[in-house]
């Protein structure tokens, strides 16, 4: 079993910074990609970041130039460092990882509790 727990949401003003954190903890053989999600209220759940094992990249374009994604494989922990915050960040941010149990199996989709995120004066 695999338990994804995020940190470091909170209220933070415009042009503000804040990192999160995702650990991963539990019984399995390999993390392999890992993202951040978030959604807002009314809306659907969206892609913010992803990152492979290796640690190649992506964002999402609302949040690129802004937002850093990265991993610490030693540490089973994923970060996002958001900075010049908007209004619009406004959201519960997600933790996803693909995980395999066990060496030579699947690995599957697992979902952090989600922590919430406030941009506002």
């Known amino acids: 079993q695999v338990q994804l727990v995020e940190s470091g949401g909170g209220l933070v003003q415009p042009g503000g910074s804040l990192r999160l954190s995702c650990v991963a903890s539990?019984?399995?053989?390999?993390?392999?990609?890992m993202a951040w999600y978030r959604q807002a209220p009314g809306k659907q759940r969206e892609l913010v970041a992803t990152?492979?094992?290796?640690?190649?990249?992506n964002y999402a374009d609302s949040v690129k130039g802004r937002f850093a994604i990265s991993r610490d494989n030693a540490k089973n922990t994923m970060y996002l460092q958001m900075n010049n915050m908007k209004p619009e960040d406004t959201a519960v941010y997600y933790c996803?990882?693909?995980?395999?149990?066990?060496?030579?199996?699947?690995?599957?989709?697992?979902w952090g509790q989600g922590t919430q995120v406030t941009v506002s004066s």
């Open positions: 990152i492979t094992s290796g640690g190649a990249t």
């Open positions: 539990g019984n399995f053989f390999s993390i392999y990609a």
């Open positions: 996803n990882a693909d995980v395999s149990p066990r060496f030579g199996e699947r690995a599957y989709g697992h």
